[in-house]
């Protein structure tokens, strides 16, 4: 029953974990990290994200353009853009690596320790990209507030506001560091009814061996 919970458990965190990455990947992509409604013309939407700034227009539909310049991107989009690539990689890396220690693998049965480790390294690596997809997101939903708050712009100016992808960022972000602790719970819940019956075995076979030697001695 606690093998299967525990393989049970370890296939729950691997799609969770699987999910995250996904969402990470495509909230890195989607011009939507911020939204821009103009009070003067409600036909016409702004929106931003860490590669290109779009408009919408009822009439002429979406137009898209890319940034020109990194270095002149404010601070936030561009650690987002460093920060969001290490999530992805890092998320493929836990994927690849947890898959090779699932109990349900047949794979390498008889290094059961190799396994492990490599369970809990991927879940290390899986809550680690969790946390590098939700600092950017974070830091931007921050500065939106800030900016949207700022006494020292007029009224009359139009205020960004949260765009889905950060929404989505978030979800990418917890489903990836509850996927890695699931990963990391599993393997390192304890394996105490299988070490207990191969203790057992080997304390059988050696006390078998004994009254073997014990048996050819009184013999000789």
């Known amino acids: 029953m606690a093998f299967v919970f525990r393989v ?3 296939i729950v965190g691997l799609l969770l974990s699987l999910l ?11 011009p939507h990290w911020k939204n821009l409604n103009l009070d003067l013309n409600e036909m016409e939407n702004w929106t931003i994200g860490l590669w290109q700034a779009c408009v919408i227009q009822e009439e002429v539909g979406r137009q898209c353009k890319d940034f020109d310049s990194f270095l002149a991107l404010p601070a936030e989009l561009r650690i987002s ?17 947890s898959g090779f220690g699932l109990d349900c693998l047949r794979i390498g049965e008889s ?17 680690t990209s969790g946390l590098a997809a939700l600092v ?18 007029p009224e009359i100016v139009p205020r960004w506001e949260f765009g889905e992808a950060l929404f989505l960022g978030w ?24 070490a207990s019956g191969h203790s057992s075995e080997a304390e059988a076979q050696g006390l078998h061996q004994y009254l073997e030697m014990g048996n050819t001695n009184l013999q000789i």
Not at 24 to 29: A, H, L, N, R
Not at 81 to 97: I, T, Y
Not at 136 to 153: G, K, L, R, Y
């Open 81 to 97: 853009r460093v920060l969001m690539f290490l999530s992805n990689g890092l998320g493929f890396l836990g994927l690849l690596v």
């Open 20 to 30: 995250g990455w996904v969402l990470s990947i495509i909230t890195t992509y989607l």
């Open 171 to 194: 979800f990418a972000g917890f489903s990836l560091l509850l996927g890695g602790c699931l990963l990391i719970c599993a393997a390192c819940s304890a394996h105490a009814p299988l």
């Open 111 to 127: 290094q059961q320790g190799l396994k492990k480790r490599l369970l809990i390294l991927g879940g290390i690596l899986l809550w």
């Open 136 to 153: 950017p997101v974070s830091w931007v939903a921050h500065v939106t507030v800030q900016e949207f708050w700022d006494e020292n712009i």
């Open 8 to 10: 049970v458990m370890q």
